[in-house]
């Protein structure tokens, strides 16, 4: 029955889908429900969360590399005093190459907004933001490598293959636009391992995510002179093809279905270069995220992407910062060496265009409810490697959430003196994690899949909602 | 809790006046205060108190209760607040009951029966679990149907009052059998040679030749590469490039290809896959038997890991995983970390069993900690002869690191290269770091390092000198090997090794005599990696009245250019015979150099962690599962004895897993629905009987594919219409009783070699590593797969995700892969061939068009579809036979098999 209730919403195009959205929200009731099973004909269909939910959406900004949580975020005076001395105690088991003496930042930090959140000057945009922003400074995370870092700040897991936190809300929730994908990564080049990190893995196929990696093409497979009259005299042959194959096969929804995506798709062609294009913004819009201007023109333009796509309903976007105008790297944040001269080239990419994305979001009324994630993998040694240089750092370091739900203008945990371990206020990747489906309106511990004999989550068996910073 | 005695075995069913005082005193303490946190729902601290096997089994700490011993006991030490546990966390028990579960305690803790305490699943059983029972060939139910299936078939159908499809016509079965068998559809003439043929045996003689068909081990070793999580390259960043990627994966493909093409029996096939390489095999199938252990190493454990000891653990759970699944249909790795939950696995089986590939290797060593590491390539014949070529270094770069005086001089690709440190200081930079005035020097990632002394005239020198490796933090050490050219010949002196971060010296003690124009070199040789090879080199020879030493000579005069400076140079020793063919697979003994090096038992990993071990458990099989005198593990890893156990033709699952795989290949679906999972939790089979017939059957044919293939296909019930009749419809639209042959699309390998086909541009030719080429007209399974991407056509159509077993594809219909057969340009290019191959047809327009359709669909075309046709190609232009053809491509009836 379902199917044919699915199809019907399919065929009739997007006047539909918002209703349904609404529909949705309108559904939410006050007792806490187990997420809808999601309907195989309709996988995307948007779908009620299990309790009202402060966010709708998320873009999750991904430094892949691991930023420097002492240089940007966190800053240790201490360093300074022990400037080209060891650290005074021992360092875990666990690590790469060894680093030993402390390496004081090179920049200075300022007091921003109204309570004094700390800043490097090496965002100044952003600095203008400190508002908004929850600066969670005790995260830790357990792998030491960018592949298995990258892929437990996505995943959860470590080494094997899980679905991201993207598919997970996908097939949590749905997407509120189902002509465009639910869940898009935007990335120039690829960040560490790739697919795995934004891998729907056991989960129905619907819900990985689509990769844009070329800014100028996002979508693929789009006609060079767009959809012609031609064109839609084929279809109209195709259809009339498929239907003479359909007589005797009506009870067939599949077939139904691939008749119906032939229609979706021409549609899509008319409308998602307008969703992923930014022709249709304003010079100010653009100016805003740096668009135009050398060093911010790549990563505002993935910027400006993310908000158009998150306000016609795109569950979830991504954004990588793998490419800057003179870099491409898999890992754009990996300081090991040419800190002072890489580091503020990084900020320098990314601050306006973040700063200009809050500042947007904020204006178009969306910030409300949109979550906006910023941070890497790990963190970076306040030891130094070599003398301009910092190694990996999982055992603490500092992440943001900004909008949908958490409290802006706050500091939240803490490392230690030295910025080595996490202190107070610790959150662990899988307590981010809860924390976002929480805001999502998700109880971590019930959006399970079975596989493979037994009930998964994102979370593993752990994780614990951060209740300090929602709002 | 840790540290405990292990617990007394009870006896099962307690005496009346234990079970009296268990089910009035102290069931109702356990449910009301423990169960909440340790029960069905949640286990903290790995700890059920709801079953006796939860309470023997304690927490991840180890046993909690010792029977007749409360002192001992962390259970009553944690309820008594004795320790630094305390429970219940949220207050402390009543003194009564605190007394009455020390009572039960001392009495040995009598548990009635393994109810639980508050509900929930029961475990599973091997007792209980269908198919851990032995597989017994049943009795043909009565019907009148020929072939021996379709009885089962029938009997179920009839029973419920339902009927059969009736078979499908002759043009839809030739094209069902055809894709079925070797993902291509079938030619125009072969579909009227077999419609027009009148003898009886017509169809069976259609399947053999399909089955000697190369393209039928193409299609069926495919669904196998789905099991066996195949790819090309693990890393985009890597293809091709790094031994970190598995650049010899191509050679397991050809094997899997070749191996169903020859019908290797499905036992042997397994045995290749676990123990190839230790297997007694004829000298000539010995590189075979070390290629189809790719199986074990193709994994997908996370690569690079500066935690060794979790990578070698993930590395053992991926092998458990993947025998697990895709032989075994058994989700083994659940007991990683806890006992199974549902099926009769325990983490004892389960670490019996990774003891067996924690004692095999498919890493030469653990590589760097800033790395992932190298994959093991295994030579599969003796190496071809090395010869040596000099190559000059010819780069220079001054100021390396932004260090005046750090000079370096590099081979086009980066590596091999020399560094030189004229300052006075200790220059650190990247990992390495460089002693003052001194000179190192690198080897590349294909080829050696030399530093070379040109003698400048005829004498006798003596050589001594010192190689320090400058780069501790990471690498694998180096060889040397100092040998002495001339006129024509190449005379090896002295060779040896330095470990990783260490200094040795070498040298002769004798003299050494040269005429003008020898070289004396100095070889630094990669070991498994070449990085973090910087290696120091101090290097002297004395003569009568000269003494040269390398270093000194080299920062007095650094070569302004190429690497050179009278009568020292620094070159890359290449070795120019290419590599002999190679494989990644499986060597007996754990990592080389790791703790797990040799064979031998595991310890139980509590919570699945290295750094909490418990018992050790000897290597062996899932206790469960039982055959007929296991074997029993003697000597090597036990990988040969784990082939031997999974291919005992009285084992219960390997063989009924993979006829159900077959059937589902040929269905749709299996028998078992859940294909990988015949545990509890599992899908029980539609028809049991049918599943142990056909199980009993292949193991009776010598566990022969082909004539299981054949089997299934000459029945009735494959050979039914998709149609099928609407009563058996409406009963059971699942299908679940086979009433009818299930429509469903063609798998993306299948759509493109399809359109390939239709062209006429399909390149039938075989093996070989993998083609990167979307364009390339070869057979998709031979186009290269990267596990860290997921665009582009294959994924869009469902194609397997190899990062882990893929027992059943989804199948997606969504708008982007509409966009892709619309606007595509392969998809363009085809249909261009395709036009250009109906034009060249001689005939009418109404002639090509059937032509077209015969290409395309098998078939003629219908009134109106000729109709719709001459409309759309009536002005006869190559752009309209083109948007005609392309439209044929998008029908729905060119994508689904029927």
């Given at each position: 029955m379902h199917r044919r209730h699915a199809l019907h919403t399919f065929a009739n195009g997007f006047g539909l889908l918002g209703l349904a959205g609404l529909l949705a929200d309108a559904r939410v009731a006050d007792a806490r429900r187990p997420i809808t099973p999601p309907d195989?004909?309709?996988?995307l269909a948007p779908r009620p969360p299990m309790y009202p939910a402060k966010a709708k959406r998320v873009i999750f900004l991904f430094m892949s590399g691991g930023p420097s949580h002492v240089d940007l975020f966190d800053p240790k005076p201490k360093l300074k005093d022990l400037a080209g001395k060891p650290l005074p105690f021992d360092q875990p088991k666990l690590v790469r190459t060894k680093t030993v003496n402390c390496l004081p930042s090179p920049w200075k930090f300022g007091r921003h907004g109204r309570n004094g959140a700390d800043v490097s000057e090496l965002f100044p945009h952003l600095a203008k933001r400190a508002d908004d922003l929850c600066i969670i400074r005790g995260m830790w995370a357990d792998n030491i490598n960018h592949n298995g870092a990258c892929l437990q700040m996505n995943t959860?897991?470590?080494?094997f293959s899980r679905p991201s936190l993207g598919s997970w809300l996908l097939y949590g929730l749905g997407s509120?636009?189902?002509?465009?994908?639910g869940f898009v990564v935007v990335s120039p080049s690829q960040p560490a391992q790739g697919a795995p990190l934004w891998s729907n893995s056991f989960l129905p196929a619907a819900y990985q995510g689509t990769l844009v990696a070329n800014l100028a093409k996002?979508?693929?497979?789009?006609?060079d002179a767009g959809a012609t009259a031609a064109q839609r005299k084929q279809l109209d042959a195709l259809k009339r093809l498929n239907q003479l194959h359909q007589a005797g096969r009506e009870e067939d929804t599949a077939l139904a279905a691939r008749i119906a995506s032939y229609e979706l798709a021409f549609r899509m062609q008319a409308e998602a270069p307008e969703a992923f294009?930014?022709?249709?913004?304003t010079k100010a819009t653009k100016e805003l995220y740096g668009v135009?201007?050398?060093?911010t023109d790549i990563f505002g333009r993935q910027c400006l992407m993310a908000r158009r796509l998150v306000e016609r309903g795109v569950r979830v976007v991504q954004v990588y910062h793998t490419q800057t105008a003179k870099r491409s790297s898999c890992?754009?944040?990996?300081?090991?060496?040419s800190l002072k001269a890489e580091l503020p080239a990084n900020c320098l990419a990314t601050d306006k265009p973040i700063a200009g994305l809050l500042t947007d979001l904020k204006a178009r009324g969306l910030l409300q409810d949109t979550l906006v994630i910023w941070g890497g993998e790990f963190g970076r040694t306040p030891t130094g490697e070599g003398t301009d240089g910092r190694e990996h750092h999982p055992f603490g370091f500092t992440m943001w959430l900004a909008g949908g739900g958490v409290k802006g203008g706050v500091t939240h945990g803490a490392t230690d003196e030295f910025g080595w371990h996490a202190v107070a206020g610790k959150v662990h990747v899988h307590d981010l994690h809860a924390t976002v489906l929480h805001l999502m309106g998700i109880d971590h511990e019930r959006l399970t899949y079975r596989h493979a004999g037994r009930d998964y989550r994102l979370t593993d068996v752990s994780g614990t909602v951060v209740k300090e910073i929602l709002a | 809790m840790t540290g405990l005695l292990s617990l007394v075995a009870l006896s099962a069913g307690a005496p009346p006046a234990d079970e009296r005082f268990f089910e009035t005193k102290v069931r109702p303490v356990l449910v009301e205060k423990?169960?909440?946190?340790?029960g069905d729902k949640k286990q903290k601290?790995?700890?059920?108190?709801?079953t006796r096997a939860g309470l023997l089994a304690g927490g991840d700490g180890g046993p909690v209760a010792v029977a007749g011993k409360p002192a001992d006991s962390p259970l009553v030490k944690a309820i008594r607040y004795a320790g630094d546990i305390k429970m219940p966390p949220d207050g402390k028990l009543p003194d009564a009951d605190i007394a009455v579960l020390e009572k039960w305690v001392s009495l040995?803790?009598?548990?009635?029966?393994?109810?639980p305490a508050a509900g929930g699943p029961k475990a599973g059983t091997a007792k209980e679990l269908?198919?851990?029972?032995p597989v017994v060939d049943p009795s043909l139910p009565p019907g009148?149907?020929?072939h021996p299936l379709d009885r089962f078939v029938h009997a179920k159908l009839i029973a419920k009052g339902l009927k059969p499809a009736p078979p499908a016509d002759r043009r839809t079965l030739i094209r069902r059998v055809t894709f079925d068998l070797t993902g291509l559809p079938p030619t125009p003439a072969e579909v009227e040679a077999f419609v027009t043929?009148?003898?009886?045996d017509a169809y069976p003689k259609l399947i053999d030749r399909l089955l000697a068909s190369p393209a039928y081990g193409e299609r069926w070793g495919r669904h196998w590469l789905d099991l066996a999580r195949y790819?090309?390259?693990?890393?985009a960043r890597i293809t091709g490039t790094?031994?970190?990627?598995?650049?010899?994966?191509w050679r397991y493909r050809d094997w899997v290809i070749k191996a169903f093409n020859a019908d290797l029996p499905y036992d042997r096939f397994v045995r290749m896959q676990v123990a190839g390489d230790v297997l007694p095999l004829p000298d000539k199938d010995r590189p075979d038997g070390i290629v189809a252990t790719g199986f074990l190493a193709l994994?997908?454990?996370?690569?690079?890991?500066?935690d060794k000891e979790k990578l070698l653990t993930d590395i053992a759970d991926d092998q458990v995983d993947v025998v697990g699944r895709?032989?075994?249909?058994?989700?083994?790795?659940?007991?990683?970390?806890?006992?199974?939950k549902f099926d009769p696995v325990s983490t004892r089986d389960y670490y019996a069993l990774a003891g067996v590939f924690f004692s095999?290797?498919?890493?030469p060593n653990v590589g760097p900690k800033t790395n992932g590491p190298p994959m093991l390539r295994i030579p599969l014949g003796p190496p071809p002869p090395a010869t040596a070529k000099a190559v000059v270094l010819a780069k220079r770069t001054d100021?390396?690191?932004?260090?005046?005086?750090l000079i370096a001089w590099q081979a086009p690709a980066g590596n091999p290269s020399c560094t030189a440190n004229g300052t006075g200081a200790e220059a650190v930079f990247s990992t390495i770091r460089m002693p003052p005035k001194t000179v190192a020097v690198h080897p590349g990632p294909g080829s050696d390092v030399a530093v070379v002394w040109t003698a400048p005239a005829a004498g006798e020198v003596k050589l001594f000198g010192t190689l320090a490796d400058?780069?501790?933090?990471c690498g694998d050490g180096i060889g040397w090997e100092l040998r002495h050219a001339t006129a024509g010949t190449l005379k090896t002196l002295a060779t040896g090794s330095v470990e990783n971060g260490r200094s040795g010296t070498f040298g002769r003690a004798e003299l050494l005599a040269v005429a003008a124009g020898d070289r004396v070199e100095v070889v630094i040789q990669r070991k498994?990696?070449?990085?973090?090879?910087?290696t120091g080199v101090v290097f002297t020879l004395a003569g009568r009245d000269k003494t040269w030493e390398f270093a000194a000579d080299w920062l007095a005069d650094p070569p302004?250019?190429?690497?050179?400076a009278d009568p020292w140079s620094v070159e890359e020793v290449v070795v120019q015979a290419p590599p002999g063919p190679s494989a990644n697979g499986a060597q007996e003994?754990?990592?080389?150099?790791?703790?797990?090096?040799g064979t031998h038992d595991i310890k139980v990993h509590i919570?699945?962690?290295?750094?909490r071990l418990g018992d050790l458990v000897p290597r062996g099989?899932?206790?469960?599962v039982k055959v007929a005198s296991p074997p029993g593990i003697t000597?090597?890893?036990?990988r040969k004895e784990l082939a031997d156990w999974l291919t005992r033709?009285?084992?219960?699952?390997t063989p009924r897993v993979i006829v159900n795989r077959v059937w589902q290949f040929h269905f749709?679906?299996?028998?078992?629905?859940t294909p990988s999972n015949f545990g509890v939790l599992g899908e029980p089979p539609t028809h049991p009987e049918l599943l142990d017939h056909l199980a009993a059957k292949f193991v009776r044919d010598g566990w022969s594919l082909k004539k299981l293939h054949r089997y299934i296909l000459l029945s009735a019930t494959y050979q039914q219409?998709?149609?099928?009749d609407p009563a058996t419809r409406a009963a059971d639209p699942d299908n679940r009783l086979w009433g009818r042959f299930p429509r469903r699309r063609l798998e993306a390998e299948a759509i493109r070699d399809a359109l390939l086909a239709v062209s006429g541009e399909l390149d039938g030719k075989a093996g070989g590593p993998a083609v990167r080429?979307?364009?390339?007209?070869?057979?998709?399974?031979?186009l290269m797969t990267i596990r860290s991407d997921r665009t582009g056509f294959g994924p869009l159509f469902d194609?397997?995700?190899?990062t882990a077993p893929v027992d059943k594809r989804t199948v997606s219909t969504v708008a982007p892969q509409a966009l892709f057969l619309m606007n595509h340009p392969f998809v363009r290019d085809r249909a261009k061939a395709f036009a250009a191959r109906v034009m060249g047809h001689a005939g009418t327009t109404a002639e090509r068009l059937d032509f077209a359709h015969r290409l395309a669909l098998g078939r003629p075309p219908t009134d109106a579809e000729r109709e719709l046709g001459l409309e759309l190609v009536k002005d006869g232009t190559p752009e309209a036979w083109r948007g005609w053809c392309h439209l044929l491509f998008q029908a729905n009836e060119f994508i689904v098999l029927e």
């Open positions: 195989p004909a309709d996988p959860g897991e470590q080494a509120e636009n189902r002509s465009l994908p996002p979508v693929e497979n789009l006609p294009g930014l022709d249709g913004e135009g201007d050398g060093p890992q754009l944040w990996d300081q090991h060496g | 423990c169960v909440g946190c340790h601290g790995g700890l059920r108190l709801d040995g803790m009598p548990w009635p029966d393994d109810r269908w198919s851990l029972k009148d149907a020929a043929d009148p003898s009886p790819c090309d390259s693990f890393d790094s031994d970190m990627d598995c650049l010899d994966a994994g997908n454990w996370g690569g690079g890991d500066a895709s032989i075994l249909g058994l989700t083994l790795a659940c007991a990683r970390c806890h006992d199974h095999s290797h498919i890493l100021a390396v690191a932004g260090k005046p005086g400058y780069d501790g933090n498994a990696g070449y990085e973090c090879d910087t302004a250019g190429a690497a050179k003994g754990g990592v080389p150099g790791s703790p797990h090096e919570r699945g962690r290295y750094d099989f899932p206790a469960a000597a090597g890893s036990g033709p009285d084992h219960p699952l749709g679906e299996g028998l078992v629905r219409s998709a149609a099928g080429d979307f364009a390339s007209p070869r057979r998709t399974v031979y194609m397997a995700d190899s």
